[in-house]
């Protein structure tokens, strides 16, 4: 009897990409797309830019020179300066917002929702985007308060400024997501937008200490994630005025107790939105 033995070449195998490096490449991926789709061409890029610049050149060294009173008109122009980014980051992540509706009812949306990616890294790749239109933003307002006269600290204490931009960014895009998912149209999501990325700004002591409101508007406005994210603002960058901020809020004696009471704010509604946003979205894409 004869035995017949067959050899199999040795075959390799390849390993499938890490579940952590294949979700990251997705988000860059999708990033990237958001950002092609955002910056079109240089007046796409250029035109978000002036607001910022509009602020710090025009607005804030006029409100300085009309309001500042005992407080100067260049202390008072950095403090309406830093504001401003209050105003901002609401405003550019919110109207992110707008291109996720659009890209749902005549863009890609359908097509990235049956592709072998996880959703979370659709909304992922579209907050990577926004972040880098805010930084843009913020960078330029910094720059150009700067360079009109705005009185900035350095040191260690920027960091607190950095940290908090990233934070706040990140719960407000975690709200443009929500708003997009409850007002599938562009007009609907415009109506709604002020109540969430502009109303809040006239009370969270954008322009005047929260200590000027009446006392239950002073309560309410120290809810607001706003009111905590510009106190931690002015902390980071221009000392004095961020501590009486944080004091006004707290009423403790340890500075730094209260930026990280502060901080803890934003990131626990960050936290909240965000896990809200992605279980929406999925939702959304499963109905």
Known sequence: MTTVTTTTPNSTLIAPA??????????????????????????????PLLTPVLFALVIAPALGNTVGGPLGHKTYMTFVALATAGLLIPLNCMFSGIGVIVDRQQGAMRELLVAPIRRSSIVMGNLVAALAVTALQLAVLIGAAEARG??????????WFVVTALIFSVLMYAMAEILAVRQ??????????????IVPYFFAGSLFPITSLPHWLEAAAKVLPLTH??????????GHSGVQALHNIWGLHS???????????????????FRAALRLFTKAGTS
Do not use: D
């Open 184 to 197: 599938p149209t562009p007009e609907a999501y415009i109506a709604a937008l002020p109540a969430i990325a």
């Open 255 to 273: 500075a730094t107790a209260m930026a990280f009471l502060s901080l803890g704010v934003v990131v626990l509604y960050s936290l909240v939105a």
């Open 18 to 47: 890490p579940i952590g490096r294949a979700a990251r490449n997705a988000t860059l991926t999708l990033a990237a797309r958001r950002l092609a789709l955002t910056v079109r061409s240089p007046r796409a890029l250029f035109v």
């Open 229 to 238: 994210a510009l106190a931690l603002f002015r902390y980071g960058l221009t």
């Open 150 to 159: 705005a009185r900035f600290t350095g040191g260690s204490r920027v960091v």
